[in-house]
């Protein structure tokens, strides 16, 4: 088992019952130093409730409790190596580490748990690398958050077990496609999750992935190796250096909603030749929109999600009770034949690595429309509703799920009722045409583009907002509102 320090540096004395410990009561706390009438000192000495005491000592509690934890699952793994029952608890080992590197915990105990990570990456590397799990995703993006840690000791440890990662899936297949893009999806989903509640320091990442590298040229016994590891990390690191460039626009849109979506559009746009890139970027557009209350705009984003996983479900295999790929959606909207692999530059689906996550599967697809219903649903676009559940049900009679059927016309029900009961009554979003003109908007210079505002908006509504950000961003002296439709010379 993990040895743990018997006394650790500047951790405080236990409190004691004969008056040369402190006591604490967390309903005293105030910014004047209190005593404490019913504390337990018998010689009669009067006793001050310490904060920052306080803080230290349950600092250390919660490591203690952590590394507890971190005891128990090590005891698990013993056992399961040492009989040929047990592989299932791996799984749930590894989700309570999972749970344990997506919290705040001490860098102490993250050395430990590093460590325990690593060693059960090597011992068990079908745990992650089995297309039927989703492990490998979520361990990526854990790594790739303590990479850009502000504490150097926590950066060194998660970049040399994503080292390690990449090393293991290198050397069971030559190849270490699958970790390489689970890598790359990770950091666009943490790019695009950046907000004023969710920072992530870049350069800290930077000197991270440089580490990686390191480690990479530095490794002796894969230099020389066919389609050299260190020449695939650097390709890797280049392609993850361009997404953090992203990073920086991201944050310079994140008071303009509007700027900020058509960035992540054109993000996006960028990736149409990698279906699980550009599969992610259209996950993130609908998860901002449905923060924002743009119903609509979400269930299109999924709708697109559904067209691009139809269209590479359909290169696989043809199953008759299955979509014919993205022209099935064109009905619900005429864009979603942009998700067709038509060109050249498309990837097979057969390639390593890609298209193998669990959204590409009939379950995948089925969720992601699923959940456009709902967001339709939620827009009072009931039509839409109807349309969506088309293919569904398809694929559920197929499967002769009947429960699952029962489900979906209940909801059907529910949706023609609502049409028939709003006939003429339904209100949706408001347009306008804004155009930017002038040198200090840079590149928007000429640039139009049409809002989509809640209902009944009136211009003066969108004006005054407009004028109300842009005039922060730049001056109220420097800025000028049109609100005709004529022609801006």
């Not at 990770?186 to 920072?199: C, D, Q, T, Y």
């Not at 339709?376 to 088309?390: L, R, S």
């Not at 347009?431 to 840079?442: H, I, L, T």
């Not at 505002?453 to 907002?465: F, N, Q, S, V």
Request: glycine content about 4%; overall charge negative; charged content about 25%.
């Amino acid at each position: 088992m993990m040895q743990r320090g018997a006394s650790r540096k500047g951790a405080p004395p236990s409190p004691s019952i004969d008056g040369q410990g402190r006591r604490w009561n967390k309903t005293s706390f105030s910014s004047v130093p209190r005593t404490l009438p019913d504390s337990l000192d018998h010689a009669g000495h009067s006793l001050v409730w310490d904060p920052e005491l306080e803080a230290h000592i349950e600092g250390n509690l919660a490591t203690e409790v952590s590394m507890i934890v971190l005891d128990t699952l090590f005891v698990v793994e013993q056992v399961v190596s040492s009989t040929e029952h047990s592989q299932t608890l791996l799984a749930s080992v590894l989700r309570v580490m999972l749970h344990a590197l997506n919290t705040t915990q001490s860098t102490q105990f993250l050395q430990h748990l590093f460590a325990l990570q690593r060693s059960l990456v090597s011992k068990y590397p079908n745990l992650l690398f089995d297309e039927a799990t989703e492990h490998c995703a979520a361990l990526c993006k854990s790594l790739l958050k303590h990479c850009s840690s502000s504490i150097s000791g926590v950066r060194s440890q998660a970049s040399a077990s994503l080292y390690l990662l990449m090393r293991q899936n290198y050397e069971i297949g030559n190849n270490f496609a699958r970790v390489k893009m689970q890598v790359t999806m990770s950091l666009s989903s943490l790019v695009a999750e950046i907000s004023n509640n969710f920072k992530f320091n870049e350069e800290h990442l930077r000197k991270s992935l440089k580490t990686i590298l390191t480690y990479a040229e530095q490794d002796n016994e894969l230099s020389d190796s066919f389609n050299s590891f260190p020449e695939q990390v650097q390709d890797l690191v280049f392609n993850l250096h361009m997404i953090l460039s992203d990073t920086v626009k991201m944050k310079e849109y994140l008071d303009d909603p509007e700027m900020h979506m058509d960035l992540m559009y054109r993000i996006a746009k960028g990736y149409q030749t990698s279906p699980d890139l550009r599969l992610t970027w259209l996950e993130n557009m609908a998860n901002k929109h449905k923060e924002q209350g743009h119903h609509a705009e979400a269930g299109m984003c999924l709708v697109h999600s559904a067209a691009l996983v139809s269209e590479y479900l359909h290169m696989l295999e043809d199953r008759r009770y299955m979509p014919n790929g993205a022209v099935t959606y064109s009905k619900l909207t005429p864009n979603a034949l942009d998700e067709s692999a038509v060109s050249d530059d498309i990837v097979s689906p057969d390639e390593e690595g890609i298209c193998n996550g669990k959204n590409f599967t009939e379950n995948g697809l089925i969720e992601f429309l699923e959940h456009a219903a709902e967001e339709f649903t939620q827009a009072g676009m009931y039509e839409a509703v109807n349309e969506v559940y088309k293919p569904v049900i398809k694929i559920v009679e197929a499967n002769r799920d009947f429960k699952k059927l029962a489900e979906i016309h209940k909801k059907l029900f529910k949706a023609f009722e609502k049409i028939e009961s709003l006939q003429g009554k339904r209100v949706f979003g408001t347009y306008f045409r804004v155009g930017f003109y002038g040198r200090r908007f840079d590149d928007l210079d000429g640039e139009e583009f049409v809002y989509k505002e809640p209902m009944l908006t009136k211009l003066p509504e969108i004006a005054c907002r407009l004028e109300s950000f842009y005039g922060n961003k730049y001056g109220q002296d420097n800025l000028i509102i049109i609100k005709d439709s004529k022609q801006v010379e």
